[in-house]
């Protein structure tokens, strides 16, 4: 069973930094791209971050320059790296993977249950 489960969510004040981890089980991540995906309260799902089969990366320009995704194959886990943290960034943070697709596709699946992060002081 595909499976992804994310953690590392928290409460951080702004300007702080988390890194949060989506470990797959039931598959192995070199044929999938993976994508950080977050919701905040009222507002729609939005992509952050993704990468793809070749390594290759893209962000939201929310967050180009602040969030680093990164995967280690190894562990079979994909990292999003967030810093400088804003009051903004505050949502349910999801990843997702897409079988042999490009970062652009709209057709992502096996999405875990969210983590929360909250930048508040």
């Known amino acids: 069973q595909l499976q992804l489960v994310e953690s590392g969510g928290g409460l951080v004040q702004p300007g702080g930094s988390l890194r949060l981890s989506c470990a797959a089980s039931?598959?192995?991540?070199?044929?999938?791209?993976i994508g950080w995906f977050r919701q905040a309260p009222g507002k729609e799902r939005e992509g952050v971050s993704c990468?793809?089969?070749?390594?290759?990366?893209n962000y939201a320009a929310s967050v180009k320059g602040r969030f680093s995704i990164s995967m280690n194959n190894a562990k079979n886990t994909v990292y999003l790296q967030m810093n400088s943290l804003k009051p903004e960034d505050t949502a349910v943070y999801y990843c997702?993977?897409?079988?042999?697709?490009?970062?652009?596709?709209?057709?992502?699946?096996?999405w875990g249950q969210g983590t929360q992060v909250t930048v508040s002081s």
């Open positions: 039931g598959f192995t991540l070199d044929h999938y791209a």
């Open positions: 990468i793809s089969v070749s390594g290759s990366t």
């Open positions: 997702a993977s897409a079988f042999l697709k490009p970062c652009t596709t709209g057709a992502f699946g096996s």
